[in-house]
């Protein structure tokens, strides 16, 4: 009779929980300014895989508006798991339009933004090497 060992458990996926320094409306002002710097330190094409990671929590309404309608030409893609968006769109985004989206995606899915936050950190100078190993991945984590 032989005896069967017992399958492990298959390796859980990394949750995302809410990032605790966000405890104030003060704090939740800050965050499209901390994600904005850590935008400024990438290169051309990290931007444009950062971009196309939020604005694929945004829906086809949503882009229509969000930035002053900067990103309505991305409706089509609206439902994609990740916007493709050129490096020369990514060059000409500006820090409002960045700062507009990420309020709008920081209401409606906070848990990718927690998990930005999370791989960014809350320290500006060392968010250039998480922000990207965020956006090279295959597939993101949240």
């Not at 032989?2 to 320094?21: G, L, M, R, S």
């Not at 604005?55 to 949503?62: Q, R």
């Not at 339009?97 to 960014?120: K, M």
């Amino acid at each position: 009779m032989q005896i069967h060992e017992p399958a492990p458990a298959p390796a859980a996926e990394p949750v995302c929980t809410p990032v605790p320094f966000v405890d104030t409306a003060e704090d939740a002002a800050s965050i499209p300014a901390i994600i904005a710097r850590a935008f400024d330190r990438l290169d051309i094409s990290e931007r444009a895989r950062m971009l196309g990671r939020l604005l694929a929590s945004v829906g086809p309404l949503g882009l229509a508006v969000v930035g002053g309608g900067a990103f309505a030409k991305y409706v089509t893609h609206s439902r994609l798991p990740e916007v493709p968006v050129s490096d020369e769109d990514a060059a000409h985004a500006t820090t409002s339009q960045l700062s507009d989206l990420v309020r709008y995606v920081q209401q409606s899915d906070p848990q990718l933004l927690s998990c930005l936050l999370a791989l960014i950190g809350c320290d500006p100078a060392d968010s250039e090497g998480s922000a990207s190993k965020w956006m090279m991945s295959a597939q993101p984590s949240c």
